[in-house]
């Protein structure tokens, strides 16, 4: 049988691209406006997973010209005195964006704190409003994550109208709202999560598969479809015999490669899109803050 390699779709250096297009427009409006954009970042409690996220975030943003406020809360902190950082955050008029980080330690209800950030400022599109306005296509902040793997296939100009999509896990930060956005670009979505039966049956049949569970190794090569576009959203890190950790996603890639037409690396895919459109959605608060 004849052996090909997927194409990468590289959202390293689609990032970069974009972080060079924020680096301007900070630099053009920043005299005018008087003041930086501002992204407050919380985090309860520390999160090793999270770790590679806040690292990439902050030197994003120092990259472009955003002012990155890190708010580091012990896990013994009081759901009252978040309520109370949250309210402060969303007076103050040198932050337009807020990002509660998750996972949130278990006593601490991360849903309602997510509810009483302003909707204007809530640069993880996680707000009910803002998954509202998505729901409706209409325009609003939206969840960085999705919005970065179709900034991504929208740069490798790849067809979404009237194929066959399908999403591996349904969560609010992820899952649900990149059905809800490639049902907008007219594709057929199917959402697959850990209740499915038969996964290799659904995901055989996409032409675009989106893993996004958090299982390393859940989607092996025969589950892709000759040919397919292949998106890596999982984020999981492994440590070998030796000790040594690394970041794998969701996809047996070095087998994947061999059947899809276009794959997405981890590291170097949906990681930094993600990074990318969160600066982006910071932005955009910012303009709309001031008027601009
Ligand atoms: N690249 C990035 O920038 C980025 C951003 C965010 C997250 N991530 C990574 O993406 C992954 C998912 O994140 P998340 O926040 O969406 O996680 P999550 O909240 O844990 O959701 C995981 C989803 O996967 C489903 N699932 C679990 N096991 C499954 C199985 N065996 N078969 C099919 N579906 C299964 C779950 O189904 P149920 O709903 O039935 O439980 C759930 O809907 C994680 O690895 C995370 O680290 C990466
Ligand atoms: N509120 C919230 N929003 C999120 O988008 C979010 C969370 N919380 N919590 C953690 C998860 C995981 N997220 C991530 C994880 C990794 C990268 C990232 O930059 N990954 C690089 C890693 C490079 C490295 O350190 O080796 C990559 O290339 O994949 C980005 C977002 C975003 N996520
Ligand atoms: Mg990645």
Redesign the pocket.
């Given at each position: 049988m004849e052996t090909t390699t997927a194409k990468l779709l590289d959202?390293?250096a689609l990032a970069e691209k974009i972080y060079k297009e924020l680096a301007a427009t900070i630099a053009e409006l920043k005299p005018k406006i008087g003041r930086p954009p501002g992204l407050a970042v919380l985090m309860v409690g520390d999160?090793p997973?999270?770790?590679?996220?806040v690292?990439?975030?902050e030197k994003a943003c120092a990259k472009v010209g955003i002012t990155s406020f890190g708010k580091y809360f012990p896990t013994d902190i009081t759901f009252t005195e978040l309520e109370a950082v949250i309210a402060q955050l969303n007076q103050d008029e040198q932050v337009d964006g807020i990002?509660?980080?998750?996972?949130f330690p278990g006593h601490l209800d991360s849903i309602a704190l997510l509810h009483q950030i302003e909707p204007d400022k809530d640069v993880?599109g996680?707000h009910p409003v803002n998954l509202g306005r998505l729901v409706r296509s209409e325009t609003g902040l939206r969840?960085?994550?999705p919005a970065g793997v179709m900034r991504l296939l929208e740069e490798y100009k790849i067809p979404l109208e009237g194929k066959q999509a399908v999403v591996v896990g349904r969560s609010i930060?992820?899952g649900k709202p990149m059905a809800l956005m490639l049902l907008e670009a007219n594709a057929t979505v199917t959402i697959a999560h850990s209740r499915s039966q038969d996964l290799k049956t659904i995901t055989q049949n996409a032409d675009i598969l989106i893993a996004a569970a958090g299982l390393p190794g859940l989607i092996t090569a025969d589950m892709v479809k000759p040919g397919a576009v292949v998106v890596d959203v999982g984020?999981n890190r492994l440590t070998d015999s030796s000790g040594k950790s690394r970041?794998v996603g969701d996809i047996d890639f070095a087998a994947t490669a061999r059947v899809a037409e276009y794959l997405t690396?981890?590291?170097?895919?949906?990681?930094?899109m993600?990074?990318a459109m969160?600066l982006q959605n910071t932005v955009s608060s910012y303009l709309q803050a001031t008027n601009h």
């Open positions: 959202g390293k999160n997973a999270s770790a590679a996220y690292r990439n975030k990002l509660v980080q998750l996972p993880d996680l969840s960085c994550t930060l992820v984020i970041l690396p981890v590291p170097g895919g949906i990681g930094p993600t990074v969160l």
